[in-house]
């Protein structure tokens, strides 16, 4: 079982940036594709954004699209979230998580390992 660990989150401003990391234990990280998703209490995790295994494909939730970027350095078996103009709502639990594919996908029933999660803050 792979092993995810994020780090990053904190507390921002409305308007600022954050950048999400999670390091990958396992060495397929390469073959597989991954993605991040958030969790706000009392609320079902959402999906935030996805890439392939090649790093050639992303997908990302209407929500973030345009402020969010997802991109992966497999050489440090490494996946960031770059985040733009924050705003409060985006406040919450990002997990990134590892796909049994290596396409993008959305289902959350699609990745098999996930991380511990790190919080995210936005202050109005």
């Known amino acids: 079982q792979v092993q995810l660990v994020e780090s990053g989150g904190g507390l921002v401003q409305a308007g600022g940036s954050l950048r999400l990391s999670c390091a990958a234990s396992r060495r397929s990280f390469s073959y597989l594709a991954m993605g991040w998703f958030r969790q706000v209490p009392g609320k079902e995790r959402e999906f935030v954004a996805t890439i392939s295994s090649s790093g050639d494909s992303t997908y990302y939730a209407d929500s973030v699209k345009g402020r969010f970027t997802i991109s992966r350095d497999n050489a440090k078996n490494t996946v960031y979230l770059q985040m733009n103009s924050l705003k409060p709502e985006d406040t919450a639990v990002y997990y990134c998580?590892?796909?049994?594919?290596?396409?993008?996908?959305?289902?959350?029933?699609?990745?098999?390992?996930w991380g511990q999660g790190t919080q995210v803050t936005v202050s109005s």
């Open positions: 998580a590892q796909s049994r594919n290596q396409w993008v996908t959305v289902r959350q029933d699609e990745y098999d390992d």
